[in-house]
């Protein structure tokens, strides 16, 4: 017998992976969840009447994959999505394999899909050496963000988190890490969304513009560089906010003096984002060209809302590559010592 439990997880991890499908990927999330928390003798005796679609959370579709899985066999689905799972970029990507983490993810205790140990788990599984977690800001209610309360709470199941890995893992300061961070809004004034006893014990905070995208380029430009010179800010998350495809639809970018915005990201050592969603591609190829010439530092991050999505990288990687970056302007490149002291140089 197979473990479906298996079987469904990984079926969601390749559906985000390949175009991030997060709402089909949640349901198989779901069911792997709902067989999870049912007991050993609940599980036969479901599976003797086949009846696995009877359960609340399981459907047709999972019904299915749990019934090969338990007969022994690779799931037909999970089949199908592994014979055309292989790298996300053709040919060479040189950069992706100096990639040790990942300064922007989400976790569903703001609009993620996925716990914060999937997460991590998953990019250790990736090879990185760490991995931050920036769920959102308090204003930015409808992505369920994270009140002073909830941030602490969080920091605090991180911490937790990394002294079970030192533990499991036997290796000290080698450990893999997670870093506590939030993605802030960046407000109307530029000023950051959060209390200063929210963000000041973070590792990092990406500050990003949520609202009023279509602001006069004038006003948006001091708005952003008012939040690039907070100490608090490190890296520049998805800077004109466009959406080039995707269940969202299209969305036109922000306009702003791109050269007084990345001229101040340099001034104040903070990073420009290459985000690596499929259907953000941000900045644009012009943009991230200029910013590239001006010497600014870089974050390649995947804004990843599921483990599967991690994977995202090799598109950052490869836009990074295309306008020649070397790895010492990339901070996800860096040591997790070396962007922490970075972080901290800056607040």
Known sequence: M??????????????????????????????????????GTERARVDAAGAW????????????????????????YLAELQATDGPLVAGPNPLLEHIRG???????????SST????ALEAARLGREW??????????????????ERRREQREHIAALNEA?????????????????????????????????????????????????????DAMTVRMVTAIANPRTNV???CTGRLVSGDRGVRARSSFDAEVVFEACRQFDVAVEINSRPERQDPPDDL?????????????????????????????????????????????CWPVERVLAWATMSN
């Open 165 to 217: 890995l030192r533990q499991a893992q036997g290796t000290g300061d080698a450990a893999f890490r997670v870093l506590s961070g939030a993605e802030v809004d960046i407000l109307d004034d530029g000023s950051l969304d959060g209390e200063p006893e929210a963000l000041d014990p973070l590792d990092v905070v990406v500050a990003s513009v949520h609202s009023k995208l279509s602001m006069d380029a």
């Open 2 to 39: 197979r473990d479906p439990i298996v079987d469904l997880r990984e079926i969601a991890r390749l559906l985000d992976r390949h175009g991030g499908q997060s709402r089909r990927a949640k349901a198989f999330r779901n069911a792997a969840d709902v067989l999870a928390g049912l007991p």
């Open 131 to 148: 991995l931050a977690i920036t769920d959102h800001s308090p204003r930015l209610r409808i992505a369920n963000g994270l009140s002073t």
């Open 288 to 332: 991230l060209a200029l910013a590239a010439d001006m010497g600014c530092l870089f974050s390649i991050d995947t804004d990843a809302h599921a483990p599967g999505q991690l994977g995202f990288s090799e598109y950052g990687a490869a836009r990074a590559a295309s306008v020649g970056l070397d790895p010492e302007r990339i901070v996800t």
């Open 53 to 76: 679609s009877t359960l609340p959370g399981i459907g047709t579709t999972t019904a299915k994959v749990i019934g090969q899985a338990y007969a022994g066999r690779t799931p037909d």
């Open 236 to 238: 520049l998350g998805h």
């Open 116 to 119: 914060l140990e999937e997460m």
């Open 102 to 112: 990942d300064l922007h993810t989400h976790t569903e205790w703001s609009d993620g």
